[in-house]
């Protein structure tokens, strides 16, 4: 590491290369963190976590009680020791709280003044941060698995949303309506999520085991179905043009948008390539999932070999993406993880995990 | 969680590495098979090694010498660390995503052991995942001794002859076998009849061994009742050692240690690496 830093400080080495180093050595250190704890806001389990990307200071939580809470992560006091405190929350006093699960909340990616949040009452709901009141509603028939805003659009303001219907649905901000329809699955959409490298490519999951890749300009369907056989057919004809051999519960691209990575109930994740749909045969050995609705999961980014952070029972299995070779399992839940979130800013690198029953709200965990 | 500093970090900072001593303590599960006496036993370091030395564990005696030595993917996976590597040797089509991370395996100029048409790979029927892997020459020599003097024996060399070194694949198209092959439909009843094609739907069957159902069955019977002993054992843990030396009940037939390689490589049991030994546990999950 001073080697490192004599080379940079001499030009000898690229300030990149340390830069990557560092971050690979953090995530490689993860720990569960001792001195930072969450304060416990929801009563029952958290389902979905969410950190602004402008300045990864303020973090979003929806929990199964409908309750939404934001938290400030900075610590301005001089102590190790230290809570993140609940700034404001959407209680179960407030008028427009949800009536039932929040099931995904994300920041509006350009800046904190403003939030989306989808639930099992089958409503999107948009809020204004400051004044913590709903901007507008979107209403849907069925029930909202999962929702998701591009973070590199700027021509579009489009909200992809997946419900128990088979039809992904588009709402516009800018209009305050649905805007189209991609039709395609056959049964729930579980995950959405849009690539982050080109604003019109969105991926979705779903639970009839296929996964497809959109482009939401182009009216006749999707652009490729993820088949995890690579179009041999030697495989049993029933997960024929499937990624998975059972439901697709995830999505994740990588942070570069080169490669989707997708977990499923057959306990299973793969790497496919995103320009063409390829399953690169990356081999995870047994990555366990049961969860009955989405799992949410996260890539590092800026290391210099990306890992990816699974919820696997009740630990978080780190992975690195492109070998497959599963680097440690983080313990820190007493019972099954739901959802996790990375961030790495300031001067920690920090992984945040929440559960879904009733256990501890979160955990922390960092390295130091 | 492991607190031992991964080795990725002193790989990521440019350090040497430090030579590694290797393996001093004989593995039991490696040695066993072994009869040279060696200080330090390496696991072997590539599929066709490891499909050799499955293929030794593999009790011939018990079939009479009828089926050829089948060897699992799971097995192959407890024996080669890399799943994706093991992957790559064994089937031809994983391709390097990153050319970085995985610039120290093998180079793409090697062919897949697969493709080379060395072994054979086949969809054994009891689970989507189990897959048999087998040398080509022991399946064609078993299949040729299996079918001689039966009214099937011609259409089973002309297959042998014909389809085999041309197709590597676990399935076979109606298309492929009328049109490319010059199969008539008689020609493959003859096929199934002698148990080398297993129909998989209308128009399609599975590559199979003649005879192989006796093997599916013991190995199915032996998988639940190893486990079953690790399932008996206190906190659902056993030491490898001690499961190795133990009396194998009357419904493992294929041996304890074959049946060890396959729970490992499958994940069934989670191997747990202690001051006495390699341990396994039963997954909580």
């Known amino acids: ?368 | 969680m492991s607190r031992k500093r991964h080795r990725l970090v002193p790989e990521t900072f440019g350090l040497k590495r430090r030579r590694e001593l290797g393996d001093v303590e004989a593995d039991p599960l490696r040695c066993e098979s072994v009869h040279v006496a060696v200080t330090r036993c390496l696991r072997p370091g590539s599929a066709r090694e490891a499909v050799a030395e499955i293929v030794r564990l593999f009790p011939r005696v018990l079939f009479e010498d009828a089926l050829p030595p089948i060897a699992l993917r799971s097995q192959v996976y407890s024996l080669v660390p890399d799943r994706t590597v093991a992957d790559r040797q064994l089937v031809r089509s994983v391709r390097a995503t990153n050319g970085k991370a995985l610039s120290c395996f093998v180079g793409t100029s090697e062919k897949a052991l697969q493709e080379q048409g060395e072994i054979r790979i086949v969809q054994l029927g009891f689970d989507l995942d189990a897959q048999g892997i087998m040398f080509t020459e022991d399946y064609r020599t078993r299949v040729l001794k299996a079918c001689d003097g039966r009214p099937y024996a011609a259409a089973v060399q002309k297959f042998l002859a014909s389809v085999l070194p041309a197709c590597g694949d676990l399935s076979f198209q109606q298309d492929q076998m009328t049109q490319t092959f010059g199969f008539r439909d008689p020609e493959i009843t003859q096929l199934v009849k002698a148990g080398v094609l297993t129909v998989r739907d209308a128009g399609s069957w599975w590559l199979a061994v003649p005879g192989a159902g006796r093997f599916i069955k013991y190995f199915v019977k032996g998988r639940r009742a190893v486990l079953s002993m690790v399932r008996k054992a206190k906190y659902r843990e056993l030491l490898l050692s001690e499961l190795l030396g133990r009396r194998a009940p009357a419904s493992v037939q294929l041996g304890l240690a074959y049946h060890v390689h396959d729970l490992i490589g499958a994940q069934l049991v989670d191997c747990v690496s202690t001051t006495s030994g390699t341990l396994l546990r039963l997954p909580e999950t």
């Open chain 1, 1 to 368: 590491m001073l080697g490192f830093l004599s080379a940079r400080q001499a030009g000898l080495e690229d300030p990149l290369r340390l830069r990557r180093a560092e971050s690979t050595r953090r995530v490689l250190g993860l720990e569960l963190n001792k001195d930072r704890d969450v304060e416990r806001i929801h009563c029952s389990g958290v389902n979905t976590l969410d950190i602004e990307p402008v300045e990864g200071r303020y973090m979003l939580s929806g929990g199964s009680d409908g309750v939404i809470v934001l938290y400030d992560l900075e610590n301005s006091s001089r102590q190790p020791y230290y809570t993140c405190k609940a700034v404001c929350s959407v209680g179960r006093s407030h008028p427009d709280v949800h009536k039932y699960s929040v099931e995904t909340v994300q920041w509006y990616p350009h800046d904190t003044g403003m939030f989306t949040s989808s639930s099992f009452d089958k409503t999107l709901k948009v809020w204004d941060t400051n004044t913590l009141q709903i901007a507008d509603v979107f209403n849907f028939e069925e029930t909202v698995y999962s929702h998701h805003m591009s973070p590199v659009a700027t021509k579009h303001c489009l909200v992809a949303v997946g419900t128990r219907g088979p039809k992904v649905q588009l709402c516009d901000l800018k209009s305050g309506s649905c805007s189209h329809i991609l039709q395609g699955h056959r049964q729930e959409i579980l995950a959405v999520s849009w690539s982050p490298r080109y604003e019109y490519i969105l991926a979705t999951a779903s639970a009839d085991s296929r996964a497809k890749l959109w482009d939401v300009r182009r009216a006749s369907g999707c652009l490729i179905t993820l088949d995890q056989h690579n179009g041999k057919k030697s495989q049993a004809v029933e997960s024929a043009n499937t990624a998975h051999n059972g439901k697709v519960n995830g999505l994740c691209f990588t942070s570069d948008g080169l490669h989707l990575l997708t977990v499923g109930t057959d306990n299973r994740m793969r790497l496919w390539n995103s320009s063409n749909g390829e399953n690169t045969l990356v081999n995870y050995g047994k990555v366990y999932n049961d969860s009955r609705k989405g799992l949410k999961f996260t890539v590092s980014s800026g290391c210099s070999s990306e890992f990816v952070f699974v919820p696997y029972g009740s630990t978080i299995a780190v992975y690195t993406i492109y070998s497959g070779e599963q680097i440690t399992m983080l313990k820190g839940h007493y019972k099954t993880v739901d959802c996790c979130v990375f961030q790495s800013n300031f001067q920690n690198t920090e992984l945040f995990s929440s559960r879904a029953i009733r256990d501890k709200a979160k955990i922390l965990i960092q390295v130091f």
